[in-house]
């Protein structure tokens, strides 16, 4: 971490400390702080507002009513400052405001109030950075290949940007770790606030070897509405952003959307037709998103084939080299069935007669899989997990 760029609780300016007072105010998501600050400074808008005098010619966000900008006036009143901001650089934490050398955010069209970070900050001034994102109902293979893109990837010197979810976005991560790389993981609470707690020693393995960053200010609880608004700053961070897989619905459509605005490209892993967690890439392939298999396509996306990415199993920067390889090892049987899966639950007659193995191999093979986490076997039909 470079201590030369992250500024000191005692020396931020008023313009940060506007700008952390105003993204502490309730519900104020991104469209309600650009109003805030659209036709004056954010210093302007906490003193119109703690007075309760905050007027504005242009129309309020929905939701912004009389009643909301009179919690933010009672709030401002009582809000403790000093507090506040100490709550900000507390445990290795930090907040950089557009003033910055290392803000990221200069020319795009929708940044956020502030952002606030744990980790190193200066690799917000990366050359390369690109999006790995997901669903959080991955199938087996959908967190095999995202944790391949993020291990290619972070082994070439690229860092990957997600939102350190479970399913796609975890892989990721991990995968970037593990292969050497510096990730970085945009998170919709505070950056105290480990959510889903279940990933709990990745969230303290990007802040050893990445950083975490956010919109809200530390402390803030995980809420609804912060996970597709924190979307567009991951789009945002990333050359381009790369889905991995989707539903027909979800955030990383979201996110590809916010790529595509800011003229970046949209890159999709392909799946199968019968699957329902690939329905939304393959739309989005239909749309006229790039098809890419695999890291050395994703470079070359990117106009970066001078960059190389290994195709064997990498190891973490500094661990042995006998370390045993995360990545999961599928026989050619173990992989038809897991295809076979990804449709919804599958008898083990279906299987059999799919496969062309005998029953016996089958079972086995369901068993192996079985105990390795992958799927779940009532003994008559299998499932994905």
Same mark, same amino acid.
């Given at each position: 971490m470079s201590t030369n760029s992250i500024p000191s609780v005692n020396d931020i300016d008023s313009d940060l400390a506007a700008r952390i007072l105003l993204a502490s105010l309730p519900s104020i998501g991104p469209a309600r702080s650009r109003w805030l600050t659209a036709d004056r +400074? %954010? %210093?302007d808008a906490v003193a119109a507002l703690a007075a309760g005098t905050f007027t504005s010619p242009r129309t309020p966000p929905r939701g912004v009513t009389r009643s909301l900008l009179a919690s933010w006036t009672d709030a401002l009143r009582g809000k403790n400052l000093a507090r506040l901001i100490a709550a900000q650089f507390d445990d290795g934490a930090y907040a950089? *405001?557009? &003033?910055h %050398?290392?803000?990221?955010f200069s020319e795009d069209p929708d940044p956020p109030l502030v952002l606030f970070c744990k980790g190193d900050v200066d690799l917000l001034g990366g050359q390369h950075h690109i999006a790995v994102v997901g669903t959080r109902r991955? $199938? $087996?293979?959908?967190r095999r290949v995202a944790y391949q893109l993020g291990r290619d990837l972070g082994s070439a010197g690229l860092s990957v940007v997600s939102g350190l979810a479970l399913g796609v976005d975890a892989a990721a991560h991990k995968g970037c770790l593990d292969g050497g790389g510096r990730p970085i993981a945009v998170v919709a609470s505070g950056v105290d606030v480990v959510y889903p707690q279940r990933n709990n020693s990745l969230w303290a393995e990007v802040v050893a070897d990445g950083v975490l960053v956010s919109e809200a200010p530390a402390g803030t609880q995980p809420q609804r509405w912060r996970f597709p608004a924190r979307n567009r700053l991951i789009a945002a961070l990333g050359q381009g952003t790369v889905i991995v897989e989707s539903h027909? +619905? *979800?955030? %990383?459509?979201i996110t590809a959307e916010e790529a595509a605005d800011r003229g970046k490209p949209v890159m999709v892993v392909p799946g199968s037709v019968l699957s329902p967690s690939a329905e939304g890439c393959n739309n989005l392939l239909v749309d006229g998103a $790039?098809?890419?298999? &695999?890291a050395v396509d994703v470079l070359a996306c990117l106009g970066l084939p001078g960059l190389s990415a290994p195709t064997g199993p990498a190891v973490a920067s500094g661990a042995s080299s006998t370390q045993a390889n995360p990545v999961p090892r599928f026989s050619d049987l173990d992989a038809a069935i897991l295809a076979e899966l990804a449709t919804g639950p599958v008898t083990v007659d279906v299987l059999v007669v799919a496969t062309g193995a005998a029953v016996q191999e089958v079972t086995a093979a369901l068993s192996a899989l079985v105990a &390795? *986490?992958?799927i779940s076997f009532d003994g008559v039909a299998a499932s994905l997990l």
């Open positions: +400074s %954010a %210093a950089i *405001g557009p &003033d %050398a290392l803000w990221p991955c $199938t $087996t293979v959908g027909r +619905s *979800g955030g %990383a459509l $790039t098809p890419v298999l &695999d &390795d *986490g992958h």
